[in-house]
């Protein structure tokens, strides 16, 4: 019998000429007629054990990237390769070329960015990946910019949807929705992802609501300014 079975547990025989399995605190795991059977209970009972306790280890396991210098391919993979295994690094390589390959075929802007964000948080749902927060906002400006930029700009935006309210409840509605957007979640719009298709139908949303109840031919005229300018 294999010493890795007699780590946890151990065989005793009985003055009946029976075999008990105890464990290493001595706890009843059973008794067999011949030494045979109690060394087999004894293998299934240690499998077991190291099986769950490499689940344990599975969930425990975390991936640091906090060291990486930047959020980049090149930083990335270097912390992957102190970390990680052969076949982790091989997973880890396909994800990414899946998503580069997509991301370059869609004409997206940074499709390396693109795919590499979309590649750890891939990873992230096999093993617990630790970012550092600088990391990801460093990432998070570089795809839309400075956060006040942002902020600004978005703002803008509100406020000319707000051009076409009466002067005398523009305000009130302004307060309202700057209470609303304060008391928004974070945690769970940072959490989001939204498909390519849901995409598409805001954007074409978020244009049709701009240009509700203005006059047709300057609808128009912004339309083809859109379809310029996009190109």
Known sequence: MSENF?????????????????????????????????????????????????????????????????????????????????????YFLKVFKKYFDTAVKEKLQKPERVALQKSVLKLSKLYHVKLSKEIVKNAAISELGESNLVGKYLADIIKFTLNKLPLEKRSFILNKIKDKIYHLNEQEIASKQMPMTASIGQAITFVKHILFNHDAVYTREVLNSIVRNLS
């Open 6 to 90: 007699l780590k946890e547990g151990h065989i005793r025989k009985l003055p009946n000429g029976q075999y008990r399995v105890l464990s290493k605190k001595n706890k009843n795991l059973g008794t067999y007629p011949s030494k045979s059977q109690a060394e087999k209970r004894l293998q299934q009972v240690e499998y077991f054990k190291h099986k769950d306790q490499a689940a344990a280890d599975s969930v425990n396991y975390v991936i640091d990237l906090t060291q990486a210098d930047e959020f980049s391919y090149s930083a990335i993979m270097r912390c992957l390769r102190k970390q990680c295994d052969k076949e982790q690094i091989i």
